[in-house]
């Protein structure tokens, strides 16, 4: 199993489209998922304002409306209904105007992580590995941090028009409830990223 793993790490380092490709890198793992989601989905879903990208938040959940106060780049901020863990997907690049760029998903991961840092003052570390997920032919780039107390999943990818976009959940402290288990977390980080299509 790890040799299968490692060679297709190695396959997917080497291979390249016209928009990302990955860094050579031994040890790359990659986790290949199905595309069924495991949770409930909104039936209404988000659309970035490229159209590119199609988000579903978890049944139950609602997007934000922040208006003009939205940080540059936000294509959407949902929160689940007890308001202890939230959701954001975020413009990380845009696509170039020739729409030929290459890219590296692992080094697009760690410039994000590295924009997180920098946001915190370096207060973040890294707790995870970058790890490469597959769902079917759409590919992601998955790591989490944390700041001491709460740990954030992101995921990086990019959409078939070249944009590049960050997924991230992580627990809000807005009210005295505790937020869901990780376990809990990680299954509605899968299934959101599952769903997405672009």
């Known amino acids: 199993m790890r040799e299968w ?5 190695a396959w997917l380092a080497a291979s390249g489209c ?33 159209g590119d990208l199609v988000i579903f938040l978890p049944r139950g959940w609602f997007a934000l409306d922040l208006g003009e106060r939205a940080p540059a780049g936000t294509v959407v901020v949902g929160v689940n209904p007890e308001y202890t863990l939230a959701l954001t ?19 697009l991961a760690r410039q994000s992580f590295a924009r997180h840092q920098a ?30 107390g709460r740990t954030v999943q992101v995921a990086v990818f990019v959409s078939s028009l070249g944009t590049v976009y960050e997924l991230a959940l992580f627990p809000l402290s807005l009210r005295a409830m505790e937020p869901p288990t990780e376990q809990e977390r990680e299954r509605m980080f899968y299934g959101v990223l599952r769903a997405l299509q672009f």
């Open 89 to 107: 997907v975020v413009l990380f690049r845009r696509a170039p105007a020739d729409t030929a760029g290459q890219y590296d998903l692992l080094e």
């Open 119 to 148: 946001r915190s003052a370096g207060a973040l570390r890294l707790s995870s590995d970058f790890n490469v997920v597959r769902v079917g032919m759409k590919s992601f780039v998955v790591y989490h941090f944390s700041d001491g």
């Open 18 to 50: 016209a928009f990302w490709h990955m860094s050579e890198q031994a040890g790359v793992v990659v986790t290949e998922l199905t595309p069924e989601p495991g949770i409930l989905l909104a039936e209404n879903p988000v659309f970035s304002p490229a």
């Open 5 to 9: 793993v490692l060679v297709t790490g």
